[in-house]
């Protein structure tokens, strides 16, 4: 493991931090790093929610590095469109909850991966932008897809057609954002949301998880036809027997992601 992403558990949580001064940017290395942690994260029973955060003060993530691209090659910059994508969509697939704790500027890719977390928190001095067109390029690590079914076609028009950046409390009316802390204290609201997640039964939460996504490739009337299916599904599990009969028997369940 590089340093360039730096992970940490505390019980069922693990906590990622993009680690790359001055200003947190993605490189190819750490682009697959992520990609690999969040597959592996996925598949490991014991934790339920990931929570990313920027290493510092200023920046959650400014991106990529500009310099990355100014070469013109092409199959370079094929190669990070398709890391990009592929980190992105693992941290979105993450099998439990995952929060983004934006501690400071998410500027392009760096939003990107906050939009690929199922819940964004930010700091009150934050300011988020795709200002990929300014320099000639656009959003490709599901940036456009996925401001667009937060936000809704106006909002990311302007955000990345006129390049418009939005504050913290812009974000939250909106819809960018669920919550806006105080400066310093994104982490650890986004650590207490994801301790939230220890009380839910974890094969709930993922099959809830896959049906509120669905909505992004399936009809409405698909959706429905899937709760059903997934809700039988859950009678496979250990953990809906111990839901149901810790409730019964008015004490805590004890999951076990089984």
């Given amino acids: ?10 019980a069922h949580i693990a ?16 682009l697959n790093q992520l990609k690999e942690l969040a597959t592996e994260l996925s598949h490991d029973r014991s934790v339920y929610a990931l929570v990313l955060t920027g290493e510092g003060e200023k920046f959650f993530s400014a991106g990529a590095d500009l310099k990355t691209f100014v070469s013109g090659d092409k199959a370079m910059a094929l190669d990070m469109a398709f890391a990009f994508g592929e980190a992105f969509e693992a941290l979105s697939a993450f099998d439990g909850v995952t929060v983004a704790a934006i501690n400071g500027y998410a500027m392009g890719g760096g939003l990107e991966v906050a939009l690929a977390c199922d819940i964004r928190i930010a700091e009150q001095q934050v300011q988020m932008a795709l200002p990929e067109a300014s320099v000639g390029l656009l959003p490709c ?28 409390e812009v974000g939250e009316r909106i819809g960018l954002v669920e919550e806006v802390v105080e400066t310093g204290k994104a ?10 997640v220890a009380a839910q039964s974890p ?17 409405h009337n698909a959706g ?8 039988l599904q859950l ?17 805590k369940p004890n999951w076990t992601n089984s």
């Fill in 1 to 10: 493991m590089t340093a360039h992403i730096k992970l940490e558990k505390v």
């Fill in 15 to 30: 906590k990622l931090t993009i680690s790359n001064p001055p200003a947190n940017t993605w490189t190819l290395e750490s």
């Fill in 141 to 168: 690590a599901g940036g456009t897809q996925n401001l667009t079914a937060l936000v809704g076609e106006g909002w990311a028009k302007r955000m990345i057609l006129c390049g418009e950046r939005v504050t913290a």
């Fill in 187 to 196: 982490l650890s609201a986004a650590m207490e949301l994801a301790q939230r």
């Fill in 203 to 219: 094969k709930s939460i993922s099959a809830c998880k896959s049906l509120i996504q669905n909505h992004r490739s399936q009809t």
């Fill in 224 to 231: 429905l036809v899937l709760e059903r299916e997934l809700f």
């Fill in 235 to 251: 009678f496979d599990t250990q953990d809906q027997a111990e839901g149901v009969n810790a409730f019964l028997q008015k004490r």
